[in-house]
């Protein structure tokens, strides 16, 4: 096993947290909308730390003034941290990547995380670009809150938004050495899947090739070390995928 996972992102954060006396701190907390049960936080890398928290007491006990983007990245339970860990890395070298309209992307990630109390919360997280200019990042903004209604599984569940995510989520796949992920398009066919929908049906509701459903389920068998189709629709109801 690798004994890197998240090095790439670790490098490029800190452990610092807002000053409440930026006035960039005090123009986000009247510019950035707040909802009861959700946390954010808007990260800089010009300056190296966060500039703004807002929530994160109720989600993780940490008070808004304490927490930092490396306590958030670092605080995934054990079984879920690897595979974060490595998505977090490739989200943002794929980012590095883009040049144009980054603002528009973003990912989200269902992950466990621990409380200041030791608990485990299953969190529902969207990571996105809030400031780029002239194709570099420039700040962060991630908005996280409790999944209350079910439990996660040890499959994490993950998705890319933007212009031009086609393949990423496939690539993410390929690329990260783990078994314990699935993407929102592989869910997405095995959902049709599961209700009886042959491959061709589901190439027709989703409006792609039949071959483009086959990469989608297919790699899931061995993936998952399932046998069959059937089988890998009960491995995922009995991992909280379905």
Do not use: C
């Amino acid at each position: 096993m690798k004994n890197n996972f998240g090095k790439y992102t670790r490098e490029r954060v800190s452990n610092i947290p807002f000053d409440a006396t930026d006035p960039v701190f005090k123009e986000y907390k009247e510019k950035v909308p707040q909802f009861i049960g959700q946390a954010v936080y808007i990260y800089s890398f010009e300056k190296n730390r966060m500039l703004f928290a807002s929530g994160w007491e109720e989600i993780l006990g940490y008070k808004d003034e304490e927490i930092t983007l490396l306590k958030i990245v670092s605080s995934t339970s054990k079984r879920h941290f690897n595979f974060s860990n490595e998505l977090n890395d490739k989200g943002l070298q794929y980012l590095k990547s883009i040049r144009e309209d980054l603002d528009k992307y973003s990912f989200t990630l269902e992950v466990e995380k621990i409380h200041k109390n030791g608990e485990i919360v299953p969190v529902f997280s969207r990571v996105g670009v809030y400031k780029s200019s002239g194709g570099t990042i420039l700040e962060l903004i991630g908005i996280s809150e409790k999944i209350h209604s079910r439990k996660l599984g040890n499959i994490m569940q993950y998705a890319a938004y933007g212009p031009v995510t086609s393949g990423f989520e496939e690539s993410l796949n390929e690329q990260l050495f783990n078994e314990l992920g699935i993407s929102r398009k592989e869910k997405e066919a095995l959902e049709l899947a599961a209700k009886g929908d042959t491959f061709k049906e589901i190439a027709e509701k989703l409006n792609v090739s039949q071959s483009a459903i086959e990469k989608r389920i297919i790699p899931l068998y061995k993936r998952f070390n399932v046998k069959s189709l059937p089988h890998l629709i009960s491995f995922a109801y009995d991992n909280q995928i379905l």
